[in-house]
């Protein structure tokens, strides 16, 4: 018995008796106090044994953000003297970049826990000026920058094509963004980015969907080749008359450079003649970001003529056909006939308005029923618009619906055209109907209804309940007694789980992020079964990118393939692994743009992905 009672002592000792979690603290330090402009540096905020999301950062703006918050969390646990010690660290950490020389100081960061709010020391850092050394560094990259831009805006661009800069008010035109690259580069260019689109003020816009299956084809412009392929294609609208501006559309890329340039090139000429001889200097290459954009574009938007404008215009341009029928010609009072208006033709047909029927009284015409089918095909918008009214006459008699009419500015022709449907007869037979109040629309068997006011005997068999019998003595209302207060302990016990797994929002996404990517490889999968090519690469490269954002957790805004590596190093992930997954995005990335085939086609490419996804969620989840 007292040999029990001392293991007991002892396991409490250990775990009861000690000291437990040290006290909650919230710190801030910089990897430097003393650094040059212009030179990184590290800043990292520390909580101590506490978890919370309410985190107030100081203001940075004295620094350039290279990346951060980065969050990441540790736990150490220590034993002196039979004392267990444990601690949580929840680390926030930046890198930074001073802006300009002097003294700086970083004010405190605060939290709050459990009420409380704590705050960080302040930090104060003795920026210093650059060194001419570094200066002239940094001049030196700035003008190689320069340099290397103003030659690639001669092998990359974006060209806008516009089908008509002089067009009417609401006459519509396509604009096509054109992509070019010189043939020497088709292997170098990856990561394509759309960066910044164009918003269209004053156009009423249609995005064209491009075909997956065009390939980039060879073009001869201004004397070179280029290869050529579409980016992106809109239908514009005007709304307004006037000068109307389309803003620059631009995308990022990376263009694989080497490193150190040859003294002396094979070819005067061509500024990248120094690729010929990559594999013979070695893999000395860089990813260089590079940004291209096409010139802003003026459209010349003119206004419609007032003169001969008929009456029932409502501001609809192009070339229009209106055709009006009745399903039928002869029919019974409370029967419901059917009036079917179709316009078609080219325009804007989505914005063709209701028209406005004038109908004898005893025909009574409810909300239509509204259709489109709108083709963007050849960057004009084309197709039919169709409104089907439901009509019930009330009374027999012969009754006639008037014409309707249209009107539409014909650009090319540059004159209106009003167009005219011909009067139509209905016969109506049978019995005047009553008409009984209410919102909806009325039919014949709701007509009869109403018009009773006696209503038929039931004849039905009855299922009468034994007098005495209880249902609040019944089981079921022993349930719905108790249902209650269980789904309330189940919501109490969900919302507490909610709460934690809020908290580990990083851990969240790293376990969310093979069942998204599974998700999105399936659709890949149905892109391979149709053939589509564009866009099974572009899906897949999307899938491992966004795989890859979650599992390491990190923005979006912060991937690259520098940092992609470092963390993939630092988990321990083979470099050759890494190799292998970097170059099948590259290939993926260039079967989009460049006119050579994946070896193995879509089959292949997406067995790949498959196995480094599940090679680097066995690598990751150890």
């Known amino acids: 018995m007292i040999k029990r009672i001392h293991y007991i002592f002892l396991v409490f000792s250990l775990l009861g008796g000690s000291s437990g979690m040290l006290a909650q603290q919230f710190t801030a330090q910089v990897s430097k106090n003393t650094l040059a402009v212009g030179e990184r540096f590290q800043l990292t905020f520390r909580l101590q044994n506490a978890q919370s999301q309410d985190v107030t950062f100081p203001d940075l703006s004295a620094f350039d953000k290279l990346y951060g918050p980065s969050t990441s969390q540790e736990t150490s646990i220590s034993s002196v003297n039979g004392q267990v010690t444990q601690v949580v660290h929840l680390s926030y950490s930046f890198v930074l970049v001073p802006k300009k020389e002097g003294t700086v100081e970083i004010g405190p960061a605060s939290v709050k826990v459990n009420g409380e709010t704590l705050r960080t020391n302040p930090l104060e850092l003795n920026i210093i000026p650059k060194s001419a050394q570094a200066k002239a560094a940094e001049e030196s990259a700035a003008q190689r920058r320069r340099d290397l831009d103003k030659e690639l805006r001669s092998y990359i661009f974006i060209r806008p094509l516009v089908t008509s800069s002089k067009v009417y008010k609401g006459e519509q035109f396509a604009i096509t963004y054109r992509f070019y690259m010189r043939p020497e580069l088709a292997n170098r260019i990856g990561n394509l980015t759309l960066e910044e689109a164009p918003s269209y003020q004053g156009f009423w816009a249609e995005n064209v969907k491009l075909s997956a299956r065009s390939q980039p084809s060879l073009e001869v412009y201004k004397g070179q080749q280029y290869y050529v392929s579409t980016l992106k294609q809109d239908i514009l609208i005007p709304q307004k008359a006037g000068k109307l501006r389309i803003e620059p559309l631009s995308v990022a890329m990376i263009v694989q450079l080497l490193k150190e340039q040859p003294q002396r090139k094979s070819n005067p000429r061509d500024p990248f003649s120094a690729f010929e001889d990559f594999f013979e200097r070695g893999n000395r290459y860089e990813n260089y970001e590079f940004l291209t954009a096409n010139s802003p574009i003026t459209i010349d938007v003119k206004s419609l003529p007032v003169e001969k404008k008929p009456a029932s215009f409502t501001g609809m341009v ?41 109908l004898p009284p005893d025909l009574e015409v409810y909300e239509p029923q509204v259709s489109n089918n709108v083709s963007k095909s050849g960057g004009k918008l084309s197709g039919k618009r169709t409104f089907t009214y439901p009509i019930i006459p009330r009374n027999p008699g012969t009754y006639e619906i008037p014409a309707i009419q249209f009107a539409y500015f014909d650009a090319d022709k540059k004159r209106y055209y009003e167009l005219a ?32 006011d006696i209503r038929h005997i039931i004849r039905d068999e009855v299922d009468f309940q034994e007098k005495g019998q209880s249902f609040g003595r019944s089981v079921p209302f022993a349930l719905l007694y108790v249902l209650p207060f269980l789904a309330f302990i189940g919501l109490l016990v969900g919302k507490n789980r909610q709460a ?23 659709q890949a999968r149905k892109h391979i079964e149709s053939g589509d090519e564009r866009a099974f690469y572009d899906e897949v490269v999307k899938a491992v990118w966004n795989y890859i954002s979650d599992k390491l957790s990190l923005g979006k805004s912060e991937l690259s393939r520098e940092l992609v590596r470092d963390q993939l190093s630092q988990r321990g992930v083979e470099a050759a692994y890494i190799d292998r997954l970097t170059q099948w995005i590259d290939n993926c990335e260039m079967a989009l743009y460049a006119p050579s085939a994946v070896a193995g086609g879509m089959q292949a490419t997406y067995d790949e992905g498959a196995a ?3 090679s680097m969620e066995k690598d990751l989840s150890t």
Do not use: C, H, W
């Open 318 to 358: 192009g070339d229009f056909d209106l055709d009006v029928s009745l399903d039928k010609n002869e029919t019974d009072a409370g029967e419901a006939v059917t009036l079917k208006l179709v316009y078609s033709g080219k325009g804007n047909l989505s914005k063709i308005p209701e028209p406005k029927l004038v």
């Open 421 to 452: 449907s011909e009067p139509m007869s209905l016969s109506v037979g049978g019995e005047a109907q009553i008409v009984a109040s209410g919102p909806g629309p009325v039919v014949k068997n709701d007509l009869t209804i109403l018009g009773e």
């Open 500 to 522: 934690q797994a809020a908290m580990d929002v990083a851990g969240t996404r790293s376990r969310k992020a093979n069942k998204v990517v599974k998700k999105r490889l399936s």
């Open 612 to 614: 480094l996804i599940s």
